[in-house]
């Protein structure tokens, strides 16, 4: 069985740092590209970034390019979104999500979020004014 467990989530002042982590369960997890969404409240899941199966290939949210970093150790299993500049707009649940065929430009098509291959349980950000 295949578990995503985010963590790193918590309360931050505008302008602060955050890093969320993302560890994999997966045998095969450095065949996965893995990606990051959020969801605020009220609002549908959305897209943030994605990485590639090897790390060399990376696609961000316009929302957040400049600021935000995805990551990832295959050694390790995990994969990391790095946040800085922090808005109270970057406010939401965050998401890690992992899917073996989807192109990384697909990550942020409408309807992405339907049938990506795993999800974890998500962390929650909040960013106070």
């Known amino acids: 069985q295949v578990q995503l467990v985010e963590s790193g989530g918590g309360l931050v002042q505008a302008g602060g740092s955050l890093r969320l982590s993302c560890a994999a369960s997966v045998r095969t997890f450095s065949s996965y590209a893995m990606g990051w969404f959020r969801q605020a409240p009220g609002k549908a899941r959305v897209f943030v970034a994605v990485i590639s199966w090897n790390g060399d290939n990376t696609h961000y949210a316009d929302s957040v390019k400049g600021r935000f970093t995805i990551s990832r150790d295959n050694a390790k299993d995990t994969v990391y979104l790095q946040m800085n500049s922090l808005k109270p707009e970057d406010t939401a649940v965050y998401y890690c999500?992992?899917?073996?065929?989807?192109?990384?430009?697909?990550?942020?098509?409408?309807?992405?979020?339907?049938?990506?291959?795993?999800w974890g349980t998500g962390t929650l950000v909040t960013v106070s004014a």
């Open positions: 999500a992992a899917d073996l065929l989807k192109g990384l430009q697909q990550w942020s098509q409408p309807g992405s979020t339907r049938d990506m291959d795993y």
